[in-house]
C-alpha cells in the first residue's frame, strides 16, 4: 500500500469517516425510537403481531440505490441531499429492529410482569422500569446487527455522490487507485468493530446484572 497517498489525504480520510459515522449513527438512532413503540404494540397485541413485524420487515427487501433515487420524489429533497440517506437507513433500521424489540420484550418473564402489576406499577412504569430494561440485551444484540449493517448500506450512497467512506470506492474506480479503496474498506471494518464493541460495553453498563459475555 502506498503509504504517501494515505498521509496525504489523511484529511479526506478523517472528514469521510465523520460523515459515514453520521449517517449511520443518526438513521440508527432514529430507528431505534421509531422501533421501540412498533415492538411494544406487536408484543402486547397478538393479533397485530404479524401485521407490524410482518409490513415493518419488507421494508429491508427494498434495494438501497432504488430507494436513494426514489426518496428526493417522496420528500421534495434534492438527489444529493444527504436527508435522503437518513430516512432511507431510518427505514432499514425499523425494518430490523421491530421484531427484535418485540420478541425481546416478549421474552420477559410474565411473573416479572405480574409482579410489577402487583407493586402497582402502571403499564408504562412497568414497561420503562422492568420490561424494557430486561430486554436490553436481546435489543442491543439486534442493534449490533442494524449498526453494521447501516455502515455497509451507507457506503452505496457514493454512487449518487453523497460524500463518505464510499466515496473512496468510486475514487479509486474512477482514478484506476488501488489505495483508496482498501483504505475505504480498512477504515469501515474498524469502524464497525468499534462500534460494535461501544454496544457492547454499554450493554454491560446498563445492564450489570447480565452475566458476561450474554451479548
Not at 97 to 108: E, P, Q, W, Y
Not at 179 to 205: E, M, S, T
Request: with cysteine.
Amino acid at each position: 500500500m502506498r503509504f504517501d497517498w494515505v498521509v496525504d489525504n489523511a484529511g479526506l480520510i478523517g472528514e469521510l469517516t465523520l460523515a459515514h459515522l453520521w449517517l449511520t449513527l443518526l438513521p440508527t438512532l432514529l430507528g431505534l425510537a421509531i422501533s421501540i413503540p412498533l415492538g411494544y404494540v406487536a408484543y402486547r397485541n397478538s393479533k397485530l403481531y404479524t401485521w407490524v413485524v410482518g409490513t415493518t420487515s419488507l421494508f429491508y427487501t427494498i434495494p438501497s440505490l432504488a430507494l436513494f433515487i426514489l426518496l428526493p420524489k417522496v420528500l421534495g429533497t434534492k438527489i444529493l441531499d444527504p436527508m435522503n440517506i437518513i430516512v432511507a437507513l431510518t427505514i432499514y433500521t425499523i425494518a430490523l429492529l421491530v421484531r427484535v424489540i418485540a420478541d425481546g420484550l416478549a421474552s420477559v418473564s410474565s411473573d416479572v410482569v405480574m409482579a410489577a402489576d402487583g407493586m402497582g406499577l402502571s403499564k408504562a412504569q412497568a414497561f420503562f422500569k422492568v420490561e424494557l430494561p430486561i430486554a436490553v440485551p436481546a435489543i442491543l444484540s439486534g442493534l449490533r446487527v442494524v449498526v453494521v449493517s447501516n455502515i455497509s448500506i451507507v457506503t452505496m450512497a457514493a454512487v449518487i455522490g453523497i460524500t463518505q467512506l464510499g466515496t473512496l470506492f468510486t475514487l479509486g474506480f474512477t482514478r484506476r487507485l488501488f489505495v483508496p479503496i482498501i483504505v475505504g474498506l480498512l477504515v469501515c471494518v474498524v469502524l464497525a468493530l468499534v462500534l460494535d464493541r461501544c454496544l457492547v460495553l454499554l450493554g454491560r453498563v446498563v445492564t450489570p446484572w447480565s452475566q458476561k459475555g450474554a451479548l
